[in-house]
């Protein structure tokens, strides 16, 4: 009788390995949920992004304040007989109280015409 019960506990640990450990066994299928949920969160984050570059392409192409709006953030452009303003927050280095003139090429285009 012990004979029979310990080859019929062998036969369930054989039948149970496949389950757990085979080629479609639980661990693998587990492992390929984990995957597709990484995916589907790319894929969301992409949908979002896409959505974003397509209402600035529409932007772009409707009116002309997107394409201004480029112009003066990007480029640094200002209108004629505009005045621009810019408002540097001091940060004085430390043992040193004297502000230096930054250089000509550390300054914008719009500085270098002064």
């Not at 969160?41 to 480029?70: H, P, S, Y």
């Amino acid at each position: 009788m012990r004979i029979l019960a310990a080859v019929l506990a062998g036969l369930i640990v054989l039948i149970q390995f496949p389950l757990w450990l085979g080629k479609g066994g639980w661990l693998r299928v587990w492992d390929l949920d984990r995957q597709l949920q990484s995916r589907k969160d790319r894929n969301v984050k992409a949908q979002t992004r896409n959505a974003e570059l397509d209402a600035e392409v529409g932007d772009l192409k409707q009116g002309l304040e997107a394409v201004e709006e480029r112009a003066r953030y990007d480029l640094g452009m200002i209108k004629q007989d505009e005045v621009f303003f810019q408002i540097v927050d001091p940060q004085p280095k430390a043992g040193s109280t004297t502000t230096k003139e930054p250089d000509a090429d550390t300054r914008s285009p719009r500085e270098n015409k002064r």
